[in-house]
């Protein structure tokens, strides 16, 4: 189970850190994933994490803004967002998947086996 936490309202410029608590499973083994949806526009993939990767792939709409990380120890996967737009206002979604070749070498693909319920974010002033 994942279970996503942090979204809200926040002002144009704002930051906001969204966690994503994961339970029932060792999420080392995991490779994790941030997408987000926008009413009426596709899901749209954020970044994604592999196990120990030094270098998350993080969309280029977003890069250099919005930073992932893990703490597996804690089960616990992060999206640190700055400088948030309007254009940012969307659910935001963890997920993660157990394929131990994804996880190894960070691949990301659309397809996860878990995810979680979502997480609102606004952008408004």
């Known amino acids: 189970q994942l279970v996503e936490s942090g979204g809200g309202l926040v002002q144009p410029g704002g930051s906001l850190n969204l966690s994503c608590s994961a339970s029932g499973f060792v999420l080392d083994k995991f490779v994790i994933a941030w997408f987000r949806q926008a009413p009426g526009k596709e899901r749209e993939a954020v970044a994604c994490m592999g196990k120990d990767d030094p270098s998350p792939y993080v969309a280029e709409s977003v890069k250099g803004l919005f930073t992932v990380s893990r703490d597996d120890d804690r089960r616990m996967v992060y999206l640190q967002m700055n400088g948030l737009e309007p254009e940012d206002t969307s659910v935001y979604y963890c997920?993660?998947?157990?394929?131990?070749?994804?996880?190894?070498?960070?691949?990301?693909?659309?397809?996860?086996?878990?995810w979680g319920q979502g997480t609102q974010v606004t952008v408004s002033s």
């Open positions: 997920a993660a998947d157990p394929d131990p070749v994804r996880a190894i070498r960070s691949i990301c693909l659309e397809e996860y086996q878990y």
